[in-house]
C-alpha cells in the first residue's frame, strides 16, 4: 500500500460533510468567480480595480491594457481585496518589465525551449470535461544529471534578445517561457473550442496530473532546490492558473517529502492537490477527464507519452484551418491574434532557430469566445486572444511591451503549459481495492469539501521571500 492512510477522524470528518460537500462544490470553483459567473460583488470588484490600477498607473483603459480575466486572476488569488491584488499585479508588471518577458517569448531559442518544455508538465493536447487543458509530469525524468546538464547550458547562454535585470537565472526564464505558452496559446486557444458546459467563461486554469512513480527518497532531495524556486516565482506571477494536480504514484515516504513541500504553499493551493492510491486514480480521473482524453498508462484510450508532442483534440485538428503545409502545431512558442475583423483568430509561431526569428502562421480557428452578444456588449474587455494587430504579422516587430499575461502589443490580454512544480496531499484511501464507483464519490467529495474551506494568505512580493500564494 501507497501513501499514507485515512485516519477514523478523516473518515468521519468526509462523512460529517457529505452533503455540504455537493453544496459547496456547485458554489466554489470553476466557472464561479470567472467573467460570465460573476456575482454583483465580484463585478464590482473588477470594476473599482481597474480604477485603482488606472490611478495608479498599470492600466489604460482606452483601449484595454489588460483583458478582464487576466485581472480577475490576480482577484481571485487575493480573495477579491483589491489593495493586495494591486501589489501582486504591480511586482508582475515590475518583474515583467524588468525582464522583457514580452521579448523573451519571442525571441527564444527553440532548442532551449525544447529543453525546458522536457523538465515540465506537457500539454497532452486534450482538456478536461470542462475544456481546461490537461498536462501530465512525470517526475522520473528529472535525474540530478539530466538537471545538472540542463542547469550548465542555461547557465551562460543567450537564450533571446531579452534583457533581464540580472536576478532572474536562464533557468527560470526559460520555465517563464513556458508559462507564456500557457496563457498566450493553450488557454486563449481552448477558449476558443466552444464543444463544452460554460462556454460563456474563458479558459484560464489547467488540470495536471503529477506522476512520481519509480522516484526514490533521494531523487526528490535533490530536485528540492529546483522546484521550490520555480514554484515561488511562478505563484507569485502566474496566480490562478491551476485548477486541479493528481498526484500518482505516490510511493510510501511520500508524507515526509509532502513535510517540505507544503511549505511553498498556501492552503487554498494546498486544497486543489491530491494524491490518488492505486484503485483510486480511474475512477477519480474520469470524474473529471473523459476516458478518451485520459493516457493510457493511467487507465484511459489516450496514446500519450511524457515527454511527447501533443495528441490533438481531433475536434480541434477539425475546427482549425491548417496553413503553410502545418497539420498540427510546431515546436516552440505560438500566441493567437484576431483577424478578418474578430471572426477569427490565428496562431503565430515565434521563436528563433539558428538565430533567425520567425514569425509564422500556423492555422486559424473561428471565434467562439466571446459570444456574439457579448462581443456587442464590451467588445474590448472580454476578447481571450491577443488584441488586433495594425500591421500584417510578418512586419511587426518583436519588440513589445511587458505586460502581465504576455500578449502582444495593441492586443487586449491572452492568457499559456501549466507548469506546477508543486505536490500536495490529501489522504489516500484506506482500502486500495475499494470499489470504482466509492472511490469516485469519496474523491468527488473531498475535492468539494477542500474548496468550501479553503482560506486566503498574505499576496506574495519578491521570489526570494515571497509568501505562498494560491496558484
Known amino acids: 500500500m501507497t501513501g499514507t492512510t485515512r485516519s477514523s477522524s478523516d473518515h468521519s470528518h468526509l462523512h460529517k460533510h457529505k452533503s455540504s460537500a455537493s453544496a459547496a462544490a456547485e458554489k466554489i470553483g470553476y466557472p464561479h468567480g470567472h467573467l460570465g459567473f460573476l456575482s454583483q460583488e465580484e463585478e464590482e470588484a473588477l470594476r473599482s480595480f481597474k480604477v485603482f490600477l488606472e490611478e495608479k498607473g498599470y492600466f ?27 501589489q ?115 479558459i484560464t486554469l489547467s488540470t495536471n496530473i503529477v506522476d512520481v512513480t519509480g522516484v526514490s527518497l533521494r531523487m526528490f532531495w ?6 521550490q524556486a520555480a514554484s515561488q516565482l511562478a505563484t507569485a506571477h502566474y496566480p490562478e492558473t491551476l485548477d486541479r494536480i493528481f498526484i500518482i504514484g505516490a510511493p510510501y515516504f511520500f508524507s515526509t ?48 507519452k511524457y515527454p511527447g508532442r501533443p495528441n490533438l483534440d481531433p475536434f480541434l485538428v477539425d475546427r482549425a484551418t491548417w496553413a503553410n503545409g502545418h497539420t498540427a502545431f510546431p515546436v516552440g512558442p505560438m500566441y493567437w491574434l484576431p483577424v478578418e475583423g474578430g471572426k477569427e483568430v490565428e ?39 491577443a488584441p488586433p494587430a495594425t500591421a500584417d504579422p510578418a512586419e511587426t516587430s518583436a519588440e513589445q511591451p511587458a505586460s502581465t499575461n504576455g500578449a502582444p502589443p495593441s492586443a487586449t490580454e491572452a492568457e499559456a503549459e501549466a507548469l506546477p512544480a508543486a505536490v500536495q496531499t490529501l489522504t489516500i484511501a484506506e482500502d486500495e481495492q475499494s470499489a470504482p464507483s466509492e472511490a469516485k464519490i469519496e474523491i468527488s467529495e473531498k475535492i468539494a469539501a477542500s474548496e468550501a474551506t479553503a482560506e486566503p494568505t498574505a499576496v506574495a512580493t519578491e521570489a526570494k521571500t515571497a509568501a505562498p500564494v494560491s496558484v
Not at 110 to 123: K, M, S
Not at 147 to 174: F, M, V
Not at 222 to 227: A, E, G, I, Q
Not at 260 to 280: G, M, N, Y
Open 222 to 227: 535533490n530536485l528540492k532546490n529546483h522546484m
Open 347 to 385: 496562431c503565430i509561431a515565434v521563436g528563433r532557430k539558428d538565430n533567425v526569428e520567425r514569425r509564422e502562421r500556423v492555422c486559424t480557428l473561428p471565434v467562439a469566445y466571446p459570444p456574439a452578444e457579448e462581443a456587442k456588449e464590451k467588445p474590448s474587455a472580454e476578447v481571450v486572444v
Open 88 to 202: 501582486q499585479f504591480k511586482d508582475t508588471e515590475d518583474w515583467r518589465e524588468r525582464n522583457q518577458l514580452d521579448v523573451l517569448y519571442d525571441t527564444i531559442d527553440l532548442e532551449a525551449y525544447e529543453q525546458a518544455r522536457g523538465l515540465y508538465p506537457q500539454w497532452t493536447g486534450r482538456r478536461d470535461k470542462r475544456g481546461i487543458p490537461l498536462y501530465v509530469f512525470e517526475i522520473r525524468h528529472l535525474e540530478s544529471k539530466t538537471i545538472a546538464a540542463y542547469e550548465k547550458s542555461a547557465a551562460d547562454a543567450k537564450d533571446s534578445k531579452a534583457e533581464t535585470d540580472g536576478s532572474t537565472p536562464t533557468k527560470l526564464l526559460r520555465l517563464f517561457a513556458l508559462y507564456e505558452n500557457l496563457t498566450r496559446f493553450v488557454q486563449p486557444m481552448c477558449t476558443q473550442l466552444p464543444d463544452r458546459d460554460s462556454a460563456r467563461a474563458p
Open 60 to 86: 489604460k483603459s482606452s483601449p484595454p491594457s489588460h483583458d478582464d480575466q487576466t485581472l480577475l486572476r490576480f482577484l481571485r488569488a487575493r480573495k477579491w481585496a483589491i489593495h493586495d491584488a494591486f
Open 257 to 304: 517529502v509532502w513535510g517540505w513541500i507544503k511549505r511553498w504553499f498556501d492552503p487554498v493551493t494546498v486544497s486543489k492537490i491530491f494524491i490518488l492510491s492505486a484503485s483510486e486514480v480511474l475512477p477519480t480521473l474520469e470524474s473529471f477527464i473523459d476516458i478518451k482524453n485520459i493516457p493510457k498508462q493511467y487507465g484511459g484510450e489516450l496514446e500519450f
